[in-house]
C-alpha cells in the first residue's frame, strides 16, 4: 500500500542536543509537509517542499531545518531541542498538480526532551 | 491568531444518534474545507471536504455543511457508530497547497 512512513515513531533527546526525525513516501508525491502539534492544539505548518524548493512559514524557528534528498525522503533537524520543542511531529504528502488534493498523513513522531 | 476554530473540545453521543462538529473561521479568502479523523497513535486521515462554491457535500453516513456567510461549518454523521470515536479535525485551504487546521474535537460514541 501507498503510504507515508516516519521513522523513529517514538524520539527521546536532551536539552540541546541536535536531533532529526525522517519521512519517506511511497506516494511520489511532489509536496511534503512538516507540522509540529502540542497537546490539544492544533497541527502547526513549519515548512514544506514543492520538488526541490523550499517554503518555510514565517514564524518556524532558525532552530529547525530540512532537507528533502530526493522525492521520497524528507527529514526535519532541530538543531538545538528546547523543553518548548516536546511534540508531536507530523509528516504529510499532497499530489500537488492538483492543489485540491488532500494531504497524506504519516503515523508522527512523538519527540521527548529531557 | 486561530483563524480556524473548533470551540468544542469534546462531545459525546449516543450510538445511532446524530454527532454534529463544528467549526468556524475568519478568513474570507479559504476556498476549500476539509475535514480528517484521528484516531490514537495514528496520523489524520482525510474524510471529506467541501469547495467554497458549495454549501453541502455528502459521502455515506458523512455530510458537510458549509455556510459562508456565517463563516461556520459543520460535519454531520448519521447514524453514529462506536468506531467513529477519534478526534476530529477541520481545515481550511488559503494559499497553493496550504491548510490552516483547527485544535480538533475529541468525538466519543457510547454503545
Known amino acids: 500500500d501507498a503510504m507515508v512512513i516516519q521513522n523513529p515513531r517514538y524520539q527521546v533527546t536532551q536539552f540541546g542536543k541536535p536531533v532529526t526525525l525522517s519521512c519517506s513516501q511511497t506516494?511520489?508525491?511532489?509536496?511534503m509537509y512538516w507540522y509540529q502539534q502540542k497537546s490539544s492544539q492544533a497541527p502547526k505548518l513549519l515548512f514544506h517542499?514543492?520538488?526541490?524548493?523550499?517554503?518555510n512559514e514565517a514564524d518556524t524557528p532558525d532552530n529547525f531545518q530540512s532537507r528533502r534528498p530526493n522525492t521520497s525522503f524528507c527529514f526535519l533537524d532541530i538543531r538545538s531541542p528546547g523543553l518548548g520543542d516536546a511534540a508531536m511531529y507530523l509528516c504529510?504528502?499532497?499530489?500537488?498538480?492538483?492543489?485540491?488534493?488532500?494531504?497524506?498523513f504519516g503515523p508522527g513522531t512523538r519527540l521527548t526532551v529531557l | 491568531d486561530q483563524q480556524v476554530k473548533q470551540n468544542s473540545p469534546s462531545l459525546s453521543v449516543q450510538e445511532g444518534r446524530i454527532s454534529i462538529l463544528n467549526c468556524d473561521y475568519t478568513?474570507?479568502?479559504?476556498?476549500?474545507f476539509l475535514w480528517y479523523k484521528k484516531y490514537p497513535a495514528e496520523g489524520p486521515t482525510f474524510l471529506i471536504s467541501?469547495?467554497?462554491?458549495?454549501d453541502k457535500n455528502e459521502d455515506g453516513r458523512f455530510t458537510v455543511f458549509l455556510n459562508k456567510s456565517a463563516k461556520h461549518l459543520s460535519l454531520h454523521i448519521v447514524p453514529s457508530q462506536p468506531g467513529d470515536s477519534a478526534v476530529y479535525f477541520c481545515?481550511?485551504?488559503?494559499?497553493?497547497?496550504?491548510?490552516?487546521f483547527g485544535s480538533g474535537t475529541q468525538l466519543t460514541v457510547l454503545p
Open positions: 478568513n474570507s479568502m479559504f476556498d476549500y
Open positions: 517542499y514543492y520538488d526541490k524548493d523550499f517554503n
Open positions: 504529510a504528502t499532497n499530489e500537488g498538480r492538483n492543489s485540491y488534493n488532500e494531504q497524506f
Open positions: 467541501i469547495s467554497s462554491i458549495k
Open positions: 481545515a481550511a485551504r488559503g494559499s497553493a497547497r496550504q491548510l490552516t
Open positions: 506516494l511520489n508525491h511532489n509536496v
